[in-house]
């Protein structure tokens, strides 16, 4: 497939993929198997348990395991790249504003452009939950499952939830419940590349944890390790990305809080936070600060990078295995589930802060479904609103 179409597509969605990860699965879903066709369901659905097995943002390892399927690697880069960039730019201009005392956003602009995350994610997670949950028991098993991710925080650990939910699966259905591929996941990955991808990011750990342990950024070895560390996306590791930064004095709280409202606000993957924290943490000089905020957005990108390509390559290899397969259908449940319990005690806490909140939510949800409106109008709309409120009330 041209690489340049995939370069434009990738774009085209990190301009307009507000919503954070849980989202992004909705607009991928619609973008890739209903309308583009380039993935057929069930390829989608493995992808996704794919990324959702593995450490660090879920909607990046998407974006490039999709330019990898249908591209190879450079496919898979520049995928990644074009759906990051409209993000990281929004998110190096805030820091650079921010720190040389050139930009103001208030609260309420920040809290009114983030609440449109939520009818998005909302629809996202029903229609998945509509096209993999269709007997009684799968419903009760999602609603099951549902209530015990989010009582027992247990979306933290997807991994364990995806394996317990395909051991249930694999002794539940038969082999005739199962469609067996005639093709594979991905053809011909380059395994060479693959060795090569883990053998780099090897080095890159034992360089930052061993050797560069006297830098004059100590935080990238937190950035880096806290990617193949954290399950759950963006959601789950800004937060915790918080000790490392503010409690010890590499930034304010108030700079800190800034850029993780804006993170949210706008499209594109959560994890460009670190291009924020980067420019924010460094010296004076505007081009350390891109430099750095760039450096800082690869170090939490390296389970992406790293641990994508031999994620995909070992599916492949057992991806035919009738025992391997009965147990999928359950996976795709509890991805829907796991997808479901974040929105719910994730995104909607962290948006929903006040009545002015639930205000800019309610027009957002008229906007979507009553008018159709477009989801970049609506932001903007939205912004200015929020804005000038925030005026009238400052």
Not at 40 to 56: K, R, W
Not at 216 to 228: D, E, R, T
Not at 355 to 371: E, H, N, T
Request: include cysteine; proline fraction near 4%; glycine fraction near 10%.
């Amino acid at each position: 497939m041209n690489n340049t179409l995939i370069g434009k597509t990738f774009l085209r969605l990190g301009l307009v993929s507000f919503g954070g990860p849980t989202a992004h699965i909705g607009y991928f879903r619609d973008e890739f198997v209903k309308e583009k066709k380039w993935l057929l369901e069930d390829d989608f659905s493995s992808l996704l348990a794919i990324c959702q097995a593995l450490p660090g943002p879920t909607s990046s390892q998407m974006v490039f395991s999709i330019g990898l399927k249908k591209g190879g690697f450079l496919a898979a880069y520049i995928a990644l790249i074009a759906f990051s960039f409209p993000s990281v730019f929004l998110m190096i201009l805030l820091g650079l504003g921010y720190s040389l005392n050139l930009l103001f956003l208030s609260q309420s602009t920040i809290t009114a452009v983030s609440v449109v995350a939520i009818p998005v994610v909302g629809m996202a997670v029903f229609s998945m939950f509509r096209n993999f949950c269709s007997s009684n028991l799968e419903k009760i098993y999602f609603f099951v499952l549902t209530i015990l991710l989010i009582f027992f925080d247990l979306f933290y650990y997807p991994a364990i939830i995806l394996i317990a939910s395909w051991l249930a699966g694999a002794s539940l259905y038969k082999k005739s419940d199962m469609n067996i591929k005639t093709q594979p996941l991905i053809e011909n990955i380059n395994k060479y590349l693959v060795y090569g991808s883990l053998i780099a990011g090897i080095f890159v750990f034992i360089q930052l944890n061993f050797l560069l342990v006297g830098s004059i950024y100590p935080s990238l070895k937190n950035l880096f390790n806290s990617g193949f560390l954290i399950f759950g996306g963006g959601h789950v590791v800004l937060p915790l990305l918080h000790d490392w930064f503010v409690d010890q004095e590499i930034i304010s709280s108030n700079e800190f809080f800034l850029g993780y409202g804006f993170a949210q606000a706008i499209p594109g993957p959560l994890f460009s936070f670190a291009s924020y924290l980067g420019t924010v943490a460094s010296g004076p000089l505007v081009s350390e600060k891109i430099l750095m905020g760039l450096v800082y957005l690869f170090a939490l990108y390296g389970s992406t990078l790293f641990l994508t390509p031999l994620a995909l390559y070992m599916w492949v290899s057992i991806e035919k295995i009738p025992v391997f397969l009965s147990g999928i259908k359950a996976v795709n449940i509890a991805v829907s589930a796991i997808l479901c319990s974040c929105f719910l005690k994730l995104v909607l806490p962290s948006i929903i802060t006040g009545y002015d909140s639930l205000v800019f939510l309610g027009m957002s949800v008229f906007l979507i479904y009553w008018f159709k409106a477009p989801i970049w109008g609506i932001v903007i709309l939205l912004g200015a609103v929020g804005y000038g409120f925030g005026i009238i009330s400052g």
